[in-house]
């Protein structure tokens, strides 16, 4: 099995530009995350999606859309990126919504000039 | 909202030595999860606490819940070069939040 899977692991852009960050997992987990990572910042969550149909807002949302696409996908959209969204962004996803570990892709390391 | 503070932020050991990292919620702790991350990599499970007063153990690193259930602290025995990485815990919810992360280096 693969787990969780993420692409692109590093891109480029210059501000102002759009992408998607696609995050898929093949373990029928209904929970699935994105965080990201800054130095000295820990993990900083962004949204989740506690089911499929549905999602929410972490801690620092603003910036980014998300769609779950299906149970196994949820990708993350920068519409208009910023040079503050330089960072590593991961993907996470369990079974369930508590009580579960998470498991986690490799990560994309994204710099924005 | 939830908020975990580790301690310290980072940490430089002589292999062989023994550490202690400490997490520490602004809130009751429902379950508590210990991550490692090594640089440049993605996040390796350690273990998961729920219950106050609980202890695990993987090999040479073992953690504990307290029992008000807001403080864990991870004690890594006899540290090896392998050690070394970033520490994460992460407070269970719905929402799963993080701490900042403690930067372990281990000197051969």
């Known amino acids: 099995n693969a787990g969780v899977t993420q692409t692109p692991k590093f891109q480029v852009l210059k501000t102002g530009q759009s992408m998607t960050l696609q995050c898929a997992q093949d373990?029928?987990?209904?929970?699935m995350y994105w965080y990201r990572q800054d130095p000295g910042m820990g993990l900083r969550l962004i949204y989740y999606s506690a089911s499929e149909g549905t999602t929410d807002k972490g801690e620092v949302p603003n910036g980014y859309n998300v769609s779950r696409l299906n149970k196994r996908e949820f990708s993350l959209r920068l519409e208009s990126a910023a040079p503050s969204q330089t960072s590593v962004y991961f993907c996470?996803?369990?079974?369930?919504?508590?009580?579960?570990?998470?498991?986690f892709g490799s990560g994309t390391q994204l710099s924005v000039l | 909202s939830q908020e975990l503070e580790q301690s310290p932020q980072s940490l430089i050991v002589q292999e062989g030595k023994n550490l202690t990292i400490n997490c520490t919620s602004s809130k009751t702790l429902y379950g508590l999860y210990w991550y490692k991350q090594k640089y440049g990599e993605g996040l390796i499970f350690l273990m998961m606490?729920?219950?106050?007063?609980e202890e695990k153990s993987h090999e040479k690193i073992t953690a504990k819940l307290d029992e008000k259930k807001q403080q864990s602290s991870l004690h890594i025995t006899a540290s090896q070069p392998s050690h070394a990485g970033i520490y994460l815990c992460?407070?269970?919810?719905?929402?799963?939040?993080f701490g900042t992360g403690t930067k372990l280096q281990v000197i051969p």
């Open positions: 373990m029928n987990h209904n929970s």
């Open positions: 996470a996803s369990r079974s369930g919504s508590t009580n579960e570990k998470l498991f």
């Open positions: 992460g407070a269970d919810g719905q929402k799963v939040t």
């Open positions: 606490l729920q219950k106050g007063g």
